[in-house]
């Protein structure tokens, strides 16, 4: 039990539309970062939050956004939606430099 | 830019053998490496975390090995079982980011034959 988790486990969405996913760490957890995993391969790096501010991110366009609270829950959001955004979304928070993820959320474009 | 790479990327082996997989990394400036492991349709299971002081670490029949200076790491899995049956990813912690960005390799899908 890594005590995050996330919402939903899975979605289908239709190309072109916007998709809010949805994690909550544990308190304490200054730091919360998401990760995108396609089929076949490691998860990617999309960005990371510490205070509710982007500290970091990866090789995504600004489409890929996020949002991290006070109450250490926090929001990743895809605007204009494209297959190829078909992927598992894994939010990982982080205490000290370990890093505990959540189970994910199954993201389907049609 | 960190890269990781691991092979094989699958690897059948029949049940009670010995296993080794590797992991490699491209810059040693790492603050620990980590082993996961991945059932089909789920999130990533934690198995061992190697900081970047140390060169290995134990959990049952695992055990991870890190040797900085080439830029290796390997996970042993001693009497294998069918239900180790998952894909195995490493990823390394750093240097980008300050010190918590993690960079994965593609990972090994293992089968354990009954």
């Known amino acids: 039990e890594t005590g995050v988790t996330q919402s939903p486990t899975h979605l289908i969405k239709t190309r072109g539309q916007q998709v809010t996913l949805r994690c909550s760490s544990q308190?304490?957890?200054?730091?919360v970062s998401w990760y995108q995993q396609a089929l076949g391969q490691g998860p990617q790096f999309i960005f990371q939050?510490?205070?509710?501010?982007?500290?970091g991110r990866g090789n995504f366009p600004p489409r890929f956004s996020g949002l991290q609270f006070p109450n250490y829950s926090s929001e990743l959001n895809v605007n204009a939606l494209e297959l190829d955004d078909s992927a598992l979304y894994l939010c990982?928070?982080?205490?000290?430099?370990?890093?505990?993820f959540g189970e994910g959320s199954w993201l389907t474009v049609v | 830019k960190q890269e990781v790479t691991q092979i094989p990327a699958a690897l059948s082996v029949p049940e009670g053998e010995n296993l080794v997989l590797n992991c490699s990394f491209t810059?040693?400036?790492?603050?620990?490496l980590q082993w996961f492991r991945q059932d089909p349709g789920k999130g990533l299971t934690s198995l061992l975390l190697?900081?970047?002081?140390?060169r290995e670490q134990t959990s049952g029949r695992l055990n991870a090995s890190l040797d900085k200076s080439s830029g290796r790491s390997t996970l042993y899995i001693a009497a294998s079982q069918p239900g180790d049956s998952a894909t195995y990813l490493c990823?390394?912690?750093?240097?980008?980011?300050?010190?918590?960005?993690?960079?994965f390799g593609t990972g090994t899908r293992l089968t354990i034959i009954p």
């Open positions: 990982a928070s982080s205490f000290g430099n370990t890093i505990y």
């Open positions: 939050y510490y205070r509710e501010e982007e500290n």
């Open positions: 308190s304490g957890h200054n730091t």
């Open positions: 810059d040693s400036a790492i603050y620990n």
């Open positions: 990823a390394a912690l750093g240097p980008d980011f300050g010190n918590e960005k993690l960079t």
């Open positions: 190697i900081q970047s002081s140390q």
